[in-house]
């Protein structure tokens, strides 16, 4: 059994912590969170007795072997940083950090690392049935050359406005999330998957109309462009007053095939202009697919190998948005840097 320690006891973290019981490959065994009355509750609802309120008092101990993260976007660096360097396997949410400079921190720290850890970003999405039997078509070859792909995070989140931490006094959210980052990458990230190419230069605009409270701008649209020449367009909008469109309002478009959400035109070759219409017959699956992705992460661990959103790949899903978040800021089109595993 790998046993676990949780950092970030918030909703997030009780999914997870649900589908470790569920999914039964692990022991969760400590939890750690700055806010002793969140702590004192998840551990009496959980069973667990090994309360720490700082990470580095939790990473520290011997017994445990690996680590899942899920403070606020803006407050993963430190655990990720003590995680690794007291030799813990991680997992930690998206967006892997809330600025440049946080993120390159935290691939300093995965560097510096025993190579044999296994680092699993929280790109949920990767593990949704629909969108595995779409990256499956991607990648045996049947949609031809992708040359153009579209994907959205269209969510009414105006309730953030009345979440503000009892403990901090502060709403994380309202303060420092930038919708590109937080709810934009998730679709960027598919879309990366997708299209196999890396994004190389961005730009876009914002407004701030819908969801006054927030700090940042609450729509926020931007481009990205794929060193393989795709073109990938990625919408964050929080104050909709409709709840999220389905499929994320996927559009692939290729050579030989498209798909727009759960529509599929295949067709026989590139000079073929009647395709055969198809439907995505992948389970629906309702809410975040939490059993699968803690699976792969333990899996990884046991067998040696690469979780299916490991850290480098989901670092650059989120340094594409955080840089597009500056590229909105400034009115300017910006380079994007990449991380390659070493
Ligand atoms: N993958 C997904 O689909 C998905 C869904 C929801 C949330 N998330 C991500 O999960 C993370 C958590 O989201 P949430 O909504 O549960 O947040 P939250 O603010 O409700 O909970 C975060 C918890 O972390 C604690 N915390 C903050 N700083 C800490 C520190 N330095 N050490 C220990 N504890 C600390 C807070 O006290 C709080 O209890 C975020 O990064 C969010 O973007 C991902």
Not at 171 to 181: G, T
Request: with cysteine.
């Amino acid at each position: 059994m790998i046993r676990v320690g949780f950092v970030g006891i918030g909703h997030n973290a009780i999914g997870h912590i649900e589908a470790h019981r569920r999914v039964g490959k692990s022991e969760v065994v400590a939890f750690c969170d700055i806010n002793p009355d969140r702590l004192q509750q998840a551990g009496e609802r959980f069973g667990v007795s090994r309360l720490y309120r700082l990470a580095e008092e939790l990473c520290v101990q011997p017994d445990i072997d690996a680590v899942s993260i899920h403070t606020g976007d803006p407050f993963h660096v430190e655990p990720f940083v003590a995680a690794l360097q007291h030799g813990k396997h991680v997992l930690v949410e998206k967006p892997v950090a809330n600025t440049v400079s946080q993120i390159e921190m935290m691939v300093a720290a995965a560097r510096a690392a025993d190579p044999r850890l296994k680092i699993a970003v929280g790109y949920i999405l990767r593990f949704n049935p629909v969108y595995e039997q779409i990256h499956a078509l991607c990648a045996s070859g049947q949609l031809g050359r992708i040359y153009y792909l579209e994907g959205d995070y269209i969510h009414n989140l105006l309730y953030q406005a009345n979440q503000t931490d009892t403990h901090t006094g502060v709403n994380w959210y309202l303060e420092m999330e930038k919708p590109i980052v937080g709810g934009g990458s998730h679709p960027l990230d598919l879309l990366r998957w997708f299209s196999g190419g890396e994004v190389v230069e961005v730009q876009g605009y914002s407004n701030h109309v819908a969801f006054p409270a927030m700090k940042a701008d609450d729509c926020q649209v931007a481009l990205f462009r794929l060193h393989n020449g795709a073109i990938a367009k990625v919408a964050a909008l929080y104050g909709p007053r409709l709840a999220m469109p389905p499929f994320n309002n996927l559009r692939i478009y290729g050579t030989r095939g498209t798909v727009e959400r759960e529509q599929v035109a295949l067709a026989k070759d590139e000079g073929d202009v009647h395709p055969s219409l198809v439907q995505i017959e992948a389970e629906r699956v309702a809410g975040h697919p939490y059993d699968p992705e803690v699976a792969d992460w333990l899996d990884a661990i046991a067998e040696d190998r690469l979780p299916r959103c490991d850290f480098y790949d989901g670092a650059n899903s989120t340094v594409a948005t955080l840089v597009a978040a500056e590229a909105i800021a400034q009115r300017a089109k910006l380079l994007v840097p990449g991380y390659a595993r070493r």
